[in-house]
């Protein structure tokens, strides 16, 4: 039954929606039959809690077609029905027994229930953005319900661009629902912000500042000129409705009041504000990092662990960047001190405006028709890798990373896209550009994203950032090894210096969080130690400052994965394939690290069978 617009705009209806699904209040059945209904209820009540998650997957239509019109109810009430849905769906999947199942259900159990359980765990804090049930934003968590990467406002306008399909008057119906809850969101938000701020959880002064200017900088733009209205505009121009007007309508009567009142809340906790880089300073804040910290990497790591693995592992990639270095000329001064230099040397830069993004696109372009040639080589079951490349909209880039990607929708109707902050040209490189593909795009996370359509669909619906942000840091290792860089070795560097950059990460997001590090301390050894561009890395520090945890699930992941490959190769001997143990990992789809190993050991068995 599609619900009416109004009612859709109500913001009781998230609540009732997801309070009202199947069997919420039923005694759990523990047959094989019953745990595989439960899985369909789980998906329920995710999609309901998270209708945005409809729409990326492609499939808010027939039964789905009701969530095209809604977004989530990020209101304390809201968030409120989301964590009581959550712990009573967790309850209910303790109580169903694996054992009786196969592997592959049982194996689905497991992993939709630790997502229950870690999700559960986070809405035990008072206070931020717990995503991890949200396959729009499930890889990141925050102690904050707003800041410069967190909230309505960064992620709803380019979710309508990128996963709102527009083909039919209907389509862009929902559309104007969606603006009108998205204004909606923004005052959610904003009662969150003031709770949060009374409870003495503040965002630190660089972060409020930023985020102020980010909501400012909006406010000073023309509501006709705003990505969500024209992305609207653009793409409704062939059917009846003047959809255009009505988006400048709700935008300027609804939405710009909105981030006002945002605006106000924020700037009324910014003298509260300090410059306490870390968590840490947030109450209860080193038992938060403690669970962030356990569900960006999905393992068991201390803090303590991780900073000394971080340090480790960049030690062995300095030791391997040191030679190359040193055959292209570069001899003197610490390895960080020679990557400052290459980053200087103008044959490796783009030009300046405009010139230069046609430069950095079409680089791009080049690099993703010369690996797509190469992937028959890294996998025996290959997907179509349907993507496009897009700019960060300019509104947002201040704020965001150098770039991100993900995959289209279930039904491939829907690309996926490589999003690319073109703030400045300065902040890529000729060596570093290709790198960045294979990490965003193919074989990174929109290649990867495509197998995971393969699995039920509450499994497509999930993702683990150790899983998939360390499988994008292996579609790095797999393009190396594929021979991209033989005949461009400063290419292989640039490599290389993402490895190291995400060791870093390990340091720096706990020294932020667990060793209550500044904000400068963590540039500082970025820039020192990795030779990193200090224009990227104070977003990328800023992002950690936002994302506790979230940063160390990279070479966490990473390392995971390639420790399993030599598990492989030392079980198999002779009959070890390349292409096989690759299928494996990612047919076997998203997973913590802690059950990754089971999906291997299952892929060893099988071959040697």
């Given at each position: 039954?599609?619900?009416?617009?109004?009612?859709?705009?109500?913001?009781?209806?998230?609540?009732?929606?997801?309070?009202?699904?199947?069997?919420?209040?039923?005694?759990?059945?523990?047959?094989?039959?019953?745990?595989?209904?439960?899985?369909?209820?789980?998906?329920?009540?995710?999609?309901?809690?998270?209708?945005?998650?409809?729409?990326?997957?492609?499939?808010?239509?027939?039964?789905?077609?009701?969530?095209?019109?809604?977004?989530?109810?990020?209101?304390?009430?809201?968030?409120?029905?989301?964590?009581?849905?959550?712990?009573?769906?967790?309850?209910?999947?303790?109580?169903?027994?694996?054992?009786?199942?196969?592997?592959?259900?049982?194996?689905?159990?497991?992993?939709?229930?630790?997502?229950?359980?870690?999700?559960?765990?986070?809405?035990?804090?008072?206070?931020?953005?717990?995503?991890?049930?949200?396959?729009?934003?499930?890889?990141?968590?925050?102690?904050?319900?707003?800041?410069?990467?967190?909230?309505?406002?960064?992620?709803?306008?380019?979710?309508?661009?990128?996963?709102?399909?527009?083909?039919?008057?209907?389509?862009?119906?929902?559309?104007?629902?969606?603006?009108?809850?998205?204004?909606?969101?923004?005052?959610?938000?904003?009662?969150?912000?003031?709770?949060?701020?009374?409870?003495?959880?503040?965002?630190?002064?660089?972060?409020?500042?930023?985020?102020?200017?980010?909501?400012?900088?909006?406010?000073?733009?023309?509501?006709?000129?705003?990505?969500?209205?024209?992305?609207?505009?653009?793409?409704?121009?062939?059917?009846?409705g003047d959809y255009a007007d009505k988006a400048k309508a709700i935008a300027e009567s609804k939405i710009a009041p909105a981030i006002e009142r945002q605006i106000a809340a924020l700037e009324t906790l910014a003298p509260?504000?300090?410059?306490?880089?870390?968590?840490?300073?947030?109450?209860?804040?080193?038992?938060?990092?403690?669970?962030?910290?356990?569900?960006?990497?999905?393992?068991?790591?201390?803090?303590?662990?991780?900073?000394?693995?971080?340090?480790?592992?960049?030690?062995?990639?300095?030791?391997?960047?040191?030679?190359?270095?040193?055959?292209?000329?570069?001899?003197?001064?610490?390895?960080?001190?020679?990557?400052?230099?290459?980053?200087?040397d103008p044959r490796y830069k783009f030009a300046e405006g405009d010139e230069g993004r046609r430069q950095i696109m079409t680089f791009i372009e080049e690099t993703l028709e010369d690996i797509r040639g190469r992937m028959?080589?890294?996998?025996?079951?290959?997907?179509?890798?349907?993507?496009?490349?897009?700019?960060?909209?300019?509104?947002?880039?201040?704020?965001?990373?150098?770039?991100?990607?993900?995959?289209?929708?279930?039904?491939?109707?829907?690309?996926?896209?490589?999003?690319?902050?073109?703030?400045?040209?300065?902040?890529?490189?000729?060596?570093?550009?290709?790198?960045?593909?294979?990490?965003?795009?193919?074989?990174?996370?929109?290649?990867?994203?495509?197998?995971?359509?393969?699995?039920?669909?509450?499994?497509?619906?999930?993702?683990?950032?150790?899983?998939?942000?360390?499988?994008?840091?292996?579609?790095?290792?797999?393009?190396?090894?594929?021979?991209?860089?033989?005949?461009?070795?400063?290419?292989?560097?640039?490599?290389?210096?993402?490895?190291?950059?995400?060791?870093?990460?390990?340091?720096?997001?706990?020294?932020?969080?667990?060793?209550?590090?500044?904000?400068?301390?963590?540039?500082?050894?970025?820039?020192?130690?990795?030779?990193?561009?200090?224009?990227?890395?104070?977003?990328?520090?800023?992002?950690?400052?936002?994302?506790?945890?979230?940063?160390?699930?990279?070479?966490?992941?990473?390392?995971?994965?390639?420790?399993?490959?030599?598990?492989?190769?030392?079980?198999?001997?002779?009959?070890?394939?390349?292409?096989?143990?690759?299928?494996?990992?990612?047919?076997?789809?998203?997973?913590?690290?802690?059950?990754?190993?089971?999906?291997?050991?299952?892929?060893?068995?099988?071959?040697?069978?």
């Open positions: 039954m599609r619900l009416s617009r109004r009612r859709l705009l109500q913001s009781s209806v998230a609540t009732a929606a997801i309070a009202a699904l199947p069997g919420a209040c039923a005694r759990p059945e523990k047959s094989a039959e019953g745990a595989g209904g439960l899985l369909d209820e789980a998906t329920d009540l995710i999609l309901n809690a998270y209708p945005e998650s409809a729409s990326s997957a492609g499939i808010d239509s027939g039964k789905y077609a009701y969530l095209k019109s809604q977004l989530t109810d990020r209101s304390p009430a809201g968030q409120t029905a989301i964590k009581t849905q959550a712990r009573a769906m967790l309850a209910r999947l303790n109580e169903v027994d694996t054992a009786s199942l196969s592997s592959d259900e049982a194996l689905n159990v497991d992993v939709v229930k630790t997502v229950f359980e870690t999700t559960s765990e986070g809405f035990d804090f008072p206070y931020g953005d717990v995503a991890l049930l949200n396959s729009n934003w499930s890889y990141r968590n925050s102690p904050y319900a707003v800041a410069q990467n967190v909230g309505a406002f960064v992620e709803i306008p380019s979710f309508l661009d990128s996963s709102h399909s527009i083909e039919t008057a209907e389509d862009a119906d929902a559309y104007l629902a969606r603006m009108e809850a998205y204004a909606g969101q923004l005052d959610g938000e904003t009662e969150r912000v003031a709770a949060d701020g009374e409870a003495g959880v503040v965002l630190p002064d660089f972060l409020m500042e930023k985020t102020l200017g980010q909501m400012r900088g909006a406010m000073a733009t023309p509501a006709e000129n705003w990505g969500i209205v024209s992305s609207l505009a653009a793409r409704s121009a062939d059917l009846p509260k504000a300090t410059s306490n880089a870390g968590v840490w300073a947030q109450p209860d804040g080193e038992a938060y990092y403690d669970w962030a910290l356990k569900t960006g990497t999905t393992t068991t790591m201390s803090s303590e662990e991780v900073h000394q693995m971080g340090l480790d592992e960049l030690a062995d990639l300095h030791a391997r960047m040191d030679p190359i270095l040193r055959s292209v000329g570069y001899t003197q001064g610490s390895v960080g001190e020679r990557m400052t230099a290459l980053s200087k028959p080589q890294a996998f025996e079951t290959l997907v179509p890798g349907f993507l496009e490349v897009t700019r960060i909209p300019p509104e947002v880039e201040a704020g965001a990373p150098g770039a991100y990607g993900g995959p289209g929708s279930i039904d491939g109707k829907q690309p996926g896209h490589f999003w690319i902050n073109l703030r400045t040209t300065d902040l890529h490189r000729r060596y570093t550009l290709a790198d960045l593909t294979y990490h965003e795009a193919i074989p990174g996370h929109v290649w990867q994203g495509e197998y995971a359509f393969k699995q039920p669909l509450i499994r497509s619906l999930l993702a683990f950032n150790a899983y998939s942000e360390g499988w994008a840091l292996y579609a790095e290792q797999i393009a190396d090894e594929l021979g991209v860089y033989d005949d461009f070795p400063v290419g292989r560097l640039g490599y290389l210096q993402s490895l190291a950059f995400r060791a870093c990460r390990l340091v720096v997001d706990t020294g932020l969080h667990a060793k209550r590090w500044t904000r400068a301390q963590g540039i500082d050894f970025f820039v020192t130690e990795n030779g990193s561009n200090p224009d990227e890395v104070q977003s990328e520090v800023d992002r950690y400052c936002a994302w506790p945890g979230q940063a160390c699930g990279y070479k966490v992941g990473h390392s995971a994965i390639v420790s399993l490959r030599e598990k492989a190769k030392a079980a198999l001997g002779d009959n070890y394939d390349f292409r096989r143990f690759n299928d494996a990992v990612v047919l076997g789809g998203s997973v913590p690290m802690t059950v990754l190993g089971r999906v291997i050991d299952g892929y060893i068995a099988r071959e040697k069978a």
